[in-house]
């Protein structure tokens, strides 16, 4: 049984038909017929039932058809494996991660990798650590950035820990500050309605359960945004909002750190647990566990207005 015989088969069930298969394959429709016959006298059984104007699967062929598809599939992989191997001069990585990780280390990230590899394309998906992990465990991503601990109903995932991160207050410059200390306290944002993420954010829930350890319900001014709008929001001096330390510094707001013990979150990147990601995708997380390592522990410090984005 060859590969050349299996994707033909495969190339006349699904298109019914020998000539538009030939024509598909870029064969000529009689050497297509002969390796077909030979699959056949091989198997010991016919694959098609052959009338005029029309071609259906026998039992047999309904059989062989799952199987010969998977053949093939594992023999692209390894081949697109194998050609990535060689120099990764091309191939495709699907990376995904929060918008909070976007707008400040992913980028740094993404050029370090396309600097060192052009030929191979990237796509970034771009939402809340909680769906991610729904996004990862479809197949539709190679790696994501997500908030670990994961949830625990989350699907089987490989994660390493990369970067403990620092959350803090972000104000408007022009309104009354949160507190007039250098450190505000949880229990100070009691009266004071917050911007607030939509669900499916994991900065949502750590500000939430924060506010509820602290004996209150938090109150909102607005909700339901992704992270520029939230920023725009407090930048308009509609409430202040929890924010990664790193797109505060980024932000061009006032920045207020918390009252130990602080709110904090762990950024891992993971994959799939019963699939190896790529070549490509290996090497790209390679560098993000170096370039995010590298960071470490945030730094607190006191409050102060952040430089604009630079």
Not at 18 to 36: G, K, N
Not at 134 to 152: F, K, N, S, W
Not at 171 to 187: C, H, M, Q, V, Y
Request: with cysteine.
């Amino acid at each position: 049984m060859q590969l050349q015989q299996l994707r033909y088969f495969a190339a006349v069930a699904e298109t019914r038909h020998f000539t538009r298969a030939a024509r598909r394959e870029h064969v000529a429709q009689p050497s297509l017929s002969q390796q077909i016959r030979a699959l056949e006298k091989e198997l010991g059984t016919e694959l098609f039932h052959r009338a005029r104007g029309a071609v259906g699967l026998t039992d047999a062929g309904e059989a062989l058809l799952p199987l010969a598809r998977r053949i093939l599939a594992d023999t692209d992989t390894a081949r697109r494996e194998v050609q990535e191997v060689a120099r990764l001069a091309r191939g495709r990585v699907r990376l995904g991660a929060p918008p909070s990780l976007c707008a400040s280390v992913v980028p740094d990230v993404l050029r370090i990798f396309r600097d060192r590899y052009p030929g191979v394309e990237l796509a970034v998906h771009e939402g809340g650590s909680r769906d991610l992990v729904g996004v990862l465990a479809a197949g539709e991503l190679d790696l994501a950035l997500v908030i670990t601990p994961l949830p625990g109903q989350a699907p089987a995932l490989v994660t390493a820990e990369l970067l403990r991160e620092e959350l803090v207050v972000v104000s408007a410059p022009g309104e009354p500050p949160p507190t007039r200390a250098e450190r505000l306290r949880i229990a100070e944002l009691r009266d004071h309605p917050l911007v607030m993420f939509r669900h499916g954010y994991d900065l949502r829930e750590l500000t939430v359960s924060a506010c509820r350890a602290a004996g209150f319900e938090p109150r909102f001014s607005v909700e339901g945004g992704e992270m520029d709008a939230v920023l725009g929001c407090v930048r308009a001096g509609l409430g202040p909002a929890v924010v990664p330390r790193m797109v505060a510094d980024r932000s061009g707001l006032r920045t207020t750190p918390l009252a130990p013990p602080g709110l904090h979150r762990t950024v891992s990147v993971a994959h799939r647990s019963d699939v190896s990601p790529p070549r490509a995708a290996r090497e790209l997380r390679r560098i993000l566990v170096g370039h995010l390592g590298h960071l470490g522990q945030t730094t607190t410090g006191p409050g102060h207005e952040a430089p604009g984005p630079g």
